[in-house]
């Protein structure tokens, strides 16, 4: 149990011979130790490089990386057609992209979610955080943080493609500048929301491939039943019961909200959004609501994994 | 701040009647104890408190009543300050498969507050330490069991902690594995300077690592005392002959030998088969060859002769018992 001194031992001339390894011993660390801020940025940094594949094998990489080039293609495909068309407008909305893209939104959250927080319940490192200065609070925001910022680049890249091809095109800069900061503030809304249901869907289940049946399950079923739902409603000439239907799928409480607030055009059916500003103050209402109660449901999750 | 190795502070974890109760147990009953700086083992069967008390040294969950410090620092409301200055290795598994040692123990650095040049260099100098080279670059996934026990104790020492809190480090290894781990932990306080805080249900592995011994049931203090005190009643040999024509009983013949020889015997206690075991104690080495000599002189037939480890069960017997046995051996040792 002494392996360091076992080198000097293979030399003949013990002392003489100039490439003698020195048992140098322990050194102590007088450094610095900056402590919870520091920790929970760098667990911020690693959990956000990690939903890309960065700092992990490289196997990992091809997911994420294929499904952002998945978001950016469209993006650089409408650019090339208004560019070449010498269209007035592009042909699409910033706040709509990311509604027609949602499955693409939807994949990496699933892939992603998992990783990030099922890894370190399955193989029980999380008590390795938390005999560290960080508190649960510290681990909880700094993973939810990550995966929201991980969707915010997701969603953000495809935007700041529209809009530099727009400029390009020397499309009015005003109006995009205008629709592409609408965008912005729509896509952040949607990470912060996407990135809490995926985690707390994510962190039910220690195994991986539940964690990603999962998060796809309750993304796809409730905007399924929610889109279907309102086009009976619409069908049976019931507009108002299908406005409020929308307030149950995250993606279109996302709608709700941008047609209200951020000019957007509704993807409901027959693009009527909710049905009146106040049920816009709802449909923000319930965004907001399920972000904070993402947050509680983890702080909550993680009360009795410590140690 | 207060600082544990320096000469004033003496104690690095000080309990004063720490009780902790959940609704239907009572998880640590009144428990006072202070422990010094060096090794120490922790023992007591499964559920006699042992984890409660490191996650309540941790400062992760509030006693119930009674107040604890460690290195100096109250629990109760400086418990990030404790971690920053303490290590902790799990007992279960927490060992990510598909990343490298290296990088799973810089990731950990950096989450004790090591800046990223510093948690590189430390973490080589770390796994260095525990006897790990090579391997370090690949994923823990393929690592033995005797690796991963190296990489969480690197994960707890990296960011040079003054204490380290080992919950059964041994558990899983092998007998050689455990000398090597036993070895290690020695290391860790005499080359290191880190005081240790080991946690074990096996007192004999204890004895040979710590200089202090604490033992805990159903939550209480049985017994806090230096190792000297318990490896006393340790150096015990269990000697067991066959009899022959001339000495139809051979134990008998053996006993009154070695009585004359000068070496305590006595009985075999109440386990099965106990009637035909002899345990000495034993003062020095050249006892054993007294044994050795006394039955070769006899014409016995040495069945077998084996260095008795005593395990948690026997602390906890009758204090008579053991208080009789005690005084007889250090009667022994003092003559010797």
Known sequence: MQPETTAPATVPAQGTDPTRIH?????????????????????????????????????????PMLLLAVMCLPAGILVAVTVFTKAKELPLEYTSYAVYLQAVIGLFLASQAPQSVSRDLRFKSVPLYFSRPIERVDYVAAKLAAMASALFILTTVPLLILYAGALLAELDFTDQTKGFAQGLVSVALLSVLFAGIGLVVAALTPRRGFGVAAVIAVLTISYGAVSTVQAIAYEQGDPE?????????????????????????????????????????????????????SYALLMRRYRKVGL | MPNATTVGCVTVIATESLSKRFPRVTALDRLSVDITPGVTGLVGANGAGKSTLIKILLGLSPATEGRASVLGLDVATQGSAIRERVGYMPEHDCLPPDVSATEFVVHMARMSGLPPTAARERTADTLRHVGLYEERYRPIGGYSTGMKQRVKLAQALVHDPQLVLLDEPTNGLDPVGRDEMLGLIRRVHTDFGISVLVTSHLLGELERTCDHVVVIDGGALLRSSSTSDFTQTTATVAVEVTDTDRHPDGTAALREALAAAGIAVHAGGR????????????????TYDTVRDTVAGLGLGLVRMEQRRHQIAEVFRKEDDRDDTQARSAGGHDAA
Do not use: C
């Open chain 1, 23 to 63: 048992n140098i011993g322990y050194r102590s660390y007088e450094g610095a130790r900056l402590g919870r801020a520091y920790a929970r940025r760098s667990l911020f940094t690693q959990s956000l490089r990690g939903a890309y594949g960065l700092g992990r094998s490289a196997k990992s990489k091809v997911l």
């Open chain 1, 241 to 293: 019961v299908a406005g409020w239907l929308g307030l149950f799928s995250p993606i279109t409480i996302i709608d709700g909200v941008q047609t209200r607030f951020l000019g957007a055009t509704s993807s409901f059916p027959r693009e009527a959004g909710p049905p009146s500003a106040f049920a816009g103050v709802v449909y923000l209402a319930a965004a907001l609501a399920l972000a904070a109660g």
């Open chain 2, 271 to 286: 386990a099965p088969g106990a009637g035909h075991v002899l345990l000495l104690d034993v003062a020095d080495d050249s």
